[in-house]
């Protein structure tokens, strides 16, 4: 259990505590919150200062900070909680129980998602105002402090992260992808299992399992050239198969140089799929793995078009 220390001078004044599997999140896509469940604990102040080093009761009354993903991007999110927690007793702190709520946008969990290679690497920094009471028979408040804590970090395990938060966060939910199926009575071009592939692939890059993911970008432009029989003898090439399919499918919806274009894409992005499947020495990276996914999507979005 991550524990939060906010302190003054050394002297800790209230404990923020919390269950990295309790966190969770609502509201996405378009008002994404990430909920944090919460043990807040609450201390009396102690004047070392005063004769006889008086007791003085304390309210915690706000509670604010900044919440932080990955080294390389900082700052995502700042948040704020009215908490409202007095510590009456010199012999026992004052606790309570609440949900952090900290308001996100898509561009942020976007940005989380592009840094993040595993797990979330996260930090929480919080500031607290505090009510210092004059003693325990006069609640009548002396003065205001603010205590602070130092950046706390933890882990949200990738398997959490992905099945559980980014869903509710909205990830992916609101961008489309338009792939213009045959009617039920036409021709089977394969399309159907080619976005299937596609969605293989995009599950893979939030997995951050990236050679995976450029895998099932191959097998999406196999399915579109080996939707049509082709009339070649033995085993022929995938650069000849290419060649023919989008000559006797497609040509006659094409110019000649649309035509080598859309061959010479579909024969490129083949090649360098090519490599994930096999032992090649090349890792590709999440960027990579993205790119390559929107070059498919693109193709087979364009194919449809044409066969529809």
């Known amino acids: 259990m991550p524990k939060i220390d906010m302190q003054i001078g050394g002297t800790i004044v209230a ?39 008086p007791f003085h009761p304390a309210t915690c009354l706000y509670l604010s900070g900044e919440f932080s993903a990955t080294a390389s991007y900082g700052t995502v999110a700042q948040f704020h909680e009215d908490v409202a927690l007095c510590a009456y007793s010199k012999n026992s702190p004052s606790t309570k129980s609440g949900n952090l709520e900290i308001p996100l946008d898509m561009l942020s969990v976007a940005h989380i998602e592009h840094a993040r290679t595993s797990d979330l690497l996260a930090t929480l920094k919080f500031r607290i105002l505090r009510a210092i009471h004059v003693s325990e028979s006069n ?20 398997s959490h992260w992905i099945e559980r938060i980014l869903p509710e966060l909205g990830y992916r939910r609101i961008e489309l992808l338009e792939v213009r199926i045959p009617p039920a009575n036409s021709p089977n071009f394969g399309l159907p299992s080619a976005v299937d592939e596609i969605r293989k692939a995009r599950d893979f890059i939030i997995a951050c399992e990236c050679d995976k993911a450029v895998g099932h970008c191959r ?27 989008v000559h006797d499918h497609l040509s006659n919806r094409l110019g000649s140089d649309q035509s080598k274009l859309l061959a010479d894409q579909l024969k490129a992005l083949w090649t360098i799929c090519s490599k994930a499947p096999h032992p090649s020495g090349v890792t590709f990276t999440r960027a990579d793995a993205e790119f390559i996914l929107r070059n498919t999507i693109a193709v087979v979005e364009y194919v449809g078009r044409l066969l529809a």
């Open 15 to 53: 404990r923020f505590a919390f269950e990295v599997q309790n966190i969770s999140a609502k509201g996405g896509p378009e008002f994404p919150i990430l909920i944090i469940p919460y043990e807040l604990t609450a201390f009396g102040h102690t004047d070392g200062n005063e004769p006889g080093i």
């Open 139 to 158: 609640r009548a408040v002396q003065k205001f402090d603010t205590a602070e804590s130092n950046s706390g970090s933890f882990n949200i395990p990738k």
């Open 219 to 245: 097998n999406a432009v196999e399915t579109i050239v080996n939707s049509r029989p082709l009339q070649l003898p033995g085993a022929p090439s995938f650069s000849l198969k290419t060649d023919t399919f």
